[in-house]
């Protein structure tokens, strides 16, 4: 079956996706025109290719795996994906076959994960894909001639096949039938495509000996690098350093990511599968950390500042970064820290584009400094897009001397968006991702501008995104002062103390918490998320800047007001689009009301904990309330979280990437307010794009 579809009927599309058979493979492309979608659609080769993939599956032995949770796996020019079929993982797969800027795209449904990236790291996707890719657009690689279509290392059943304007239905006994007058109006009887304008069948082959060519394999070669480095937070990206020969394999990627929506704040998590925790069971061997302490939250992690034992206004002594290494583990104090250092078999570095090329550099070396020449090297992973905002000081880390041997000139590019859905409001965040001030972003900007009567409607009510840390402050200061009428604001002032962590190493001696510096432990909450003092007053905008009321739907960036105090003083925080989750009643989970569309929480002070290096099994803790003012955040601050709804102020914006990083923050347009906008403001980082453009995308 060959079908079009209009690119506006999102419902059938995805119909079409979420519906095809186990093991069934889709072939889909969006053109501007429905001749273009006809001629591509009428392909000979492109047929005779998915019936050729169709009758392989048919005739190979079946897969089996006990574990059934079906997914879809998608291949496109520039990545390998695997969806979920539940509404919420089907989204950026739609937004893909909708975007005529991806190209064709391969589905194939699976009853499980571990069976769909079986499928995804072989070649049988790839090679289907260079055939019903053909032609490509302008500017893309030439197409190499190809021989058969591959399996994979062990196909499923039998499946459909098929081939569509949007979305292709399945093809029946492993063969195309040509579209009739009842699948598609024909437009033309000529394609600027192919040779001739109808389709004539040729002598049946059995696969393998279709006369088409020989495909060139590229040699395998040992690799230190798979970058994802992708497209903002619509892009999930990571790079890893696991230097081994590229292998077909039969499990998911060793770094499982679950970057997905949960409600309106993105959940981020960067863990280790189970198969991995067998791998490296020993506490210590694997860390995550990240730039700020709001992005460690969000990951689940710590600062690499804490973890490395740098200061908070710790700069280099000397410029090379291994003498700097060794001066450093030469003091005092970083004996302990060594020994931490030499247990790290993985570190999990997130927002990598925060990460200036000088600490990353020493942060290697640290790492290879501390281990003895007969442990086996540590794997780096990193997470982020190096077109969005970068570090504060300092050139980014992807032009640090080690970050060749690390990852090679190679990155992993996944496409799947996982904030927006709207297809034009995508199309406009990658737009100004590469700097450029399209119709797009134009048009974005116009549908979502506010000024006078309008903007002073939302003015002390919405959350502000701005460039500068002293904007911030005078907007908050400006609404506090507002809701307090001229009264005294209240405070909380927090309650810092050290205690022994549960969590620690049972095989050591406790630590002797009495021996703790108030140095050591002011140093730990150094990049706290919660600050020494809350100003707070009736109806003040707060942000939840913790994950313990995630159950509830309210997570780390959740954004809501004070409506009332518990007699005790307890303030009570108002969080609207969200809803009581089932079997939970008003008074359980820290619930003190709750509505159709909106819950109240009780927010009494809560512990926030670090630990302290220098006394191995001693945390630094701090009692305070779980939010900061809101009215108004840094766009640096914003960058890993989702908001649902923010006015952005961007005609200030004073490095490349914030006006993009501030756009990608909210999900849906109308959550999206834009208060001032500079065209000449939206830039890209030149080097940024020069390295994406020579690296190798896996």
Known sequence: MCVIHNWADATEIARRVVTAENHGMLATRCFPTQKDALCWLTNPVHTEAMAAAAALVRCTEPVVDDCYDEHIAVVTRSSSSCFGIDSASVAPALAMVRDPLVGACVFRRFASKSLAWRWLVGDAGRCLLEVVGWPQGDGARPVRRIGGIPGSTKPGPASTAASARSIGGPARDGRPPPPSADDCEFVSSSCASWTGGSHHRRPRHEYGATPLGKRTVAPSRSFSGVAALGPGEGHVSGISSVARERRVAVEPPMIELDLTDGGRNKRRRLGMSGRDDLRYPAEGEVVVLAPTGTSAKTAGGMTYHSFFGFGRDYN???????????????????????????????????????????KFGIMHELLSQA????????????????LQLGPVKGAMAFTAPCWQRLFGGSFLDLPGSFRQSDPAFIRAVRDARV?????????????????????????????????????????????????????EARSFVAVDDVEQDPDGDV?????????????????????????????????????????????????????GFISSYEADGTPVVRLDHHTLPAGVDRGQSGVHDAGDSWIEIACPPVK?????????????????????????????????LSISRAVLDLAECFEAGMVQTALSRVPTKSGLHIKSFASSRLRADHNAMKMYGEWRRL
Request: charged share 20%.
């Open 316 to 358: 280099p002594e000397r410029l090379d970064p291994s003498i700097e290494a060794a001066r450093l583990l030469q003091t005092a104090r970083f004996r302990p820290i060594k020994a931490r250092l030499s247990r790290v078999r993985a570190v999990l570095l997130d927002e990598v584009s925060l990460v200036g090329a000088d």
């Open 371 to 386: 281990r003895s020449d007969a442990s086996r090297p540590c794997l780096w992973f990193a997470f982020g897009d190096f």
């Open 435 to 487: 700097g450029n001030c399209s119709d797009a972003v134009e048009g974005l900007v116009k549908d979502c501008w506010v000024d006078g009567s309008k903007y002073e409607s939302m003015r002390y009510d919405v959350l502000h995104l701005m460039p500068h840390h002293k904007g911030v402050i005078m907007h908050n200061r400006a609404c506090l002062q507002r809701r307090t009428s001229g009264a």
């Open 507 to 559: 095989s050591i001696p406790p630590p002797a918490l009495a021996a703790v510096s108030g140095e050591s432990r002011r140093a730990a909450l150094v990049d706290c998320v919660a600050p020494a003092v809350v100003l707070h007053y009736l109806h003040a905008r707060v942000i939840i800047n913790t994950n313990r009321r995630k159950a509830l739907g309210v997570c780390h960036g959740s954004v």
């Open 608 to 640: 926030f904990t670090a630990r302290i290096l220098a006394y191995p099994g001693a945390l630094a803790v701090r009692l305070q309330v779980p939010f900061v003012l809101g009215w108004a955040t840094t766009i640096h601050m914003s960058q890993s």
